[in-house]
């Protein structure tokens, strides 16, 4: 079946400091891919989103490609602030629709 | 302006005691899905309504109802609810097959 997988956190940066999260899937057929934020106390909201092969999604100084050869999907982001501080989900959905599968969630922390 | 409305945003509750979460969305889709979510782990799928067929999860469990008098609302109903059901309560809904969810801000829950 699908799966997401993300790199474990939580990771810890200062800020300006480059970001990469870690983000591979197992799907079949051409799934579109997601990248959600969520903040301390609040929902989920959509970062970016990308449905087919290179894809790029882009928001907010954040990016990511989709790379169907590596089965990939990592978020990067040039230069972090303490406002970035959040757990981020990268999530996959099927070509057929159906369900929203997430990864486990990487909980990032910016210091000043 | 929200477009899937979360009520209220903070719910305590007695152990036992019958508790309903809504939800609304402003976007007119089909399907609406709720999720339970602990300590910033992925969310965990209860149930979705695609209009107004139910379909729940295998895993979850009877304690949690759930009803969607029409598309624009849908209810959350745990029965009798325990110490291990405190959690946020994610709803969400989507449109296009190859498109994220829009979730709304949540519903924090505590049992007491």
């Not at chain 1, 757990?87 to 000043?112: D, H, M, W």
């Not at chain 2, 598309?71 to 190859?98: E, H, K, Q, V, W």
Request: with cysteine; glycine share 8%.
């Amino acid at each position: 079946g699908n799966s997401v997988t993300q790199m474990e956190g939580p990771v810890t940066l200062s800020e300006e400091a480059f970001l990469t999260i870690n983000c591979t899937y197992t799907a079949t057929g051409y799934p579109s891919l997601f990248w959600y934020v969520q903040y301390p106390g609040e929902g989920l909201q959509l970062l970016l989103k990308a449905t087919k092969a290179d894809d790029k999604g882009s928001n907010k100084g954040f990016e990511a490609t989709y790379r169907k050869e590596t089965t990939s999907f990592h978020l990067e982001k040039g230069s972090v602030q303490v406002s970035d501080s959040a757990v981020y989900f990268c999530a996959l959905r099927g070509n057929q629709g159906g369900k929203l599968i997430f990864g486990q969630g990487t909980e990032l922390s910016v210091k000043p | 302006d929200a477009m899937v409305i979360q009520n209220p945003r903070y719910q305590v509750t007695q152990f036992g005691k019958p508790v309903t979460l809504s939800c609304s969305q402003t976007l007119n889709h089909n399907v609406m899905y709720w999720y339970q979510q602990k300590s910033s782990q992925a969310p965990k799928l209860l149930f979705h309504y695609y209009d107004k067929d139910f379909n729940n999860e295998a895993d979850t469990p009877d304690n949690f109802q759930s009803r969607r008098p029409n598309t624009s609302f849908c209810f959350l109903d745990i029965r009798s609810p325990g110490l291990g059901d405190a959690a946020m309560y994610l709803c969400a809904t989507t449109g296009l097959t190859n498109y994220g969810y829009t979730f709304g801000s949540g519903t924090r829950l505590t049992v007491v």
